[in-house]
């Protein structure tokens, strides 16, 4: 699952109410519900840009045929889905069975942790990360952007950057990100953070952002997501779990092991600088400990 923010609310019945309009549609949204008909099942692990793609369509014409069916847009017609198709276990853990005890438990979650920090690795563009790198220290400021799970990311990259001397500043809020996004210039430097590169928050900061100026490193699940039309540098994780769970931890793993990355990458090429504002912070933060 994304771990972004998910619209609010809930409907049911998504591919009734498909059927149950089909013969009204015109010949673009009748294409993109009969996709979505016919592989629901992988229509919840896919991106609003990829189902667009393979019904032969635009991203608004599938945005359209959502509201169409009563959802606010794709992320919620997707967990509709996943709901009328998956065992409940699922949305706790895709590898999870009800009776599963918990040394099964253990060993499931930290198999599933271990492969996406695995499999992030190899997808990790390291030429994506040299220009994040290089674009991040000639920043005057770096904006970072997270909504809902991904805003703890987004802090905790913002924590990071300023332990080592870097101007920085997260924001969390939807409204502050499109204000802070539209006031950037050619000097700053915008990290978003979103898994599903889907979430409408995160996209309108993002868009808002490289508008104005700044250049934009986005750290987003491998595949095509609106995101990446208003990115400049791509870093991916690779997280293979489904896109229909709200709180999953696995994409979170693989975005903090790129956060640390960065990070290292960051204090490396500014040695000295970093290590002695490291020094300086940590006497500060001495003083918060008895």
């Given at each position: 699952?994304?771990?972004?923010?998910?619209?609010?609310?809930?409907?049911?019945?998504?591919?009734?109410?498909?059927?149950?309009?089909?013969?009204?549609?015109?010949?673009?949204?009748?294409?993109?519900?009969?996709?979505?008909?016919?592989?629901?099942?992988?229509?919840?692990?896919?991106?609003?840009?990829?189902?667009?793609?393979?019904?032969?369509?635009?991203?608004?014409?599938?945005?359209?045929?959502?509201?169409?069916?009563?959802?606010?847009?794709?992320?919620?017609?997707?967990?509709?889905?996943?709901?009328?198709?998956?065992?409940?276990?699922?949305?706790?853990?895709?590898?999870?069975?009800?009776?599963?005890?918990?040394?099964?438990?253990?060993?499931?979650?930290?198999?599933?942790?271990?492969?996406?920090?695995?499999d992030t690795q190899k997808a990790l563009d390291?030429?994506?990360?040299?220009?994040?790198?290089?674009?991040?220290?000639?920043?005057?400021?770096?904006?970072?952007?997270?909504?809902?799970?991904?805003?703890?990311?987004?802090?905790?990259?913002?924590?990071?950057?300023?332990?080592?001397?870097?101007?920085?500043?997260?924001?969390?809020?939807?409204?502050?990100?499109?204000?802070?996004?539209?006031?950037?210039?050619?000097?700053?430097?915008?990290?978003?953070?979103?898994?599903?590169?889907?979430?409408?928050?995160?996209?309108?900061?993002?868009?808002?952002?490289?508008?104005?100026?700044a250049t934009t490193v986005v750290v987003t699940?491998?595949?095509?997501?609106?995101?990446?039309?208003?990115?400049?540098?791509?870093?991916?994780?690779?997280?293979?779990?489904?896109?229909?769970?709200?709180?999953?931890?696995?994409?979170?793993?693989?975005?903090?092991?790129?956060?640390?990355?960065?990070?290292?990458?960051?204090?490396?090429?500014?040695?000295?600088?970093?290590?002695?504002?490291?020094?300086?912070?940590?006497?500060?933060?001495?003083?918060?400990?008895?």
């Amino acid at each position: 699952m994304s771990t972004d923010r998910v619209e609010v609310g809930q409907i049911s019945g998504v591919l009734d109410r498909i059927a149950a309009i089909r013969r009204e549609l015109p010949p673009t949204a009748g294409r993109i519900a009969d996709f979505i008909a016919a592989n629901a099942s992988d229509v919840v692990h896919m991106s609003v840009t990829e189902v667009a793609e393979r019904a032969g369509s635009s991203e608004g014409s599938v945005i359209g045929l959502c509201q169409q069916l009563g959802a606010r847009g794709f992320q919620q017609i997707k967990i509709a889905i996943a709901r009328d198709l998956v065992q409940p276990v699922q949305f706790i853990h895709e590898d999870l069975e009800p009776d599963d005890g918990i040394a099964t438990v253990v060993e499931k979650i930290f198999r599933s942790d271990l492969q996406a920090l695995h499999d992030t690795q190899k997808a990790l563009d390291i030429g994506a990360l040299t220009r994040a790198v290089a674009t991040i220290r000639k920043a005057s400021r770096v904006e970072l952007f997270g909504i809902g799970s991904a805003a703890t990311i987004a802090e905790d990259a913002n924590y990071r950057l300023l332990r080592i001397g870097i101007n920085s500043r997260a924001t969390t809020d939807s409204h502050i990100q499109a204000i802070t996004a539209s006031l950037c210039t050619p000097e700053v430097a915008v990290i978003t953070i979103s898994h599903s590169g889907s979430t409408i928050e995160t996209l309108t900061a993002t868009r808002l952002a490289k508008e104005a100026g700044a250049t934009t490193v986005v750290v987003t699940n491998f595949g095509r997501s609106p995101l990446l039309a208003h990115a400049d540098i791509v870093l991916n994780t690779l997280a293979r779990e489904t896109q229909f769970r709200t709180e999953a931890m696995t994409s979170r793993i693989a975005q903090l092991a790129i956060i640390d990355t960065l990070i290292a990458a960051l204090a490396l090429a500014d040695y000295d600088r970093a290590v002695a504002t490291i020094g300086r912070t940590f006497d500060v933060l001495s003083t918060k400990r008895v």
